[in-house]
């Protein structure tokens, strides 16, 4: 959903309609739509953290995978308390390895670390 907000440039109503439309159990869907909306509805607070953190990359220059993979792992770290970050960096991770290229489980494996090292001062300045 995230991917389809951001590759077709879906306003977020769209997106939602593209992930409902999916067959998912209901309990994943809940959440789907949890994660997908409080990514969206953060956005720009997300972004300016992956822009702190990928040092040297502008965020338009990022795969788009690798940039969906980073918001959405950030998004459970800030704002999920029942997701352990080791967690959220290990799906990002292994998500990476299949939709990424060679390069991103390393990327996000290292952009996550150093912001889960950082995150009681990124959450103390929200």
Known sequence: M???FES??????????????KPIEEKDREYILKVCEGVIENLETIDRIIEKYT?????ERLLLTDKTLLRLAIYEMLFCEDIPESVS???AVELAKIYGDMKSPKFINGVLGA?????????KSL
């Open 115 to 123: 912001i889960a090292r950082d995150l009681d001062n990124i959450k």
């Open 89 to 91: 960096i290990n799906e």
């Open 55 to 59: 040092i040297d990359w502008k965020l």
């Open 2 to 4: 995230l991917f389809a």
């Open 8 to 21: 077709g440039k879906n306003t977020p109503q769209e997106a939602l309609i593209i992930a409902y439309e």
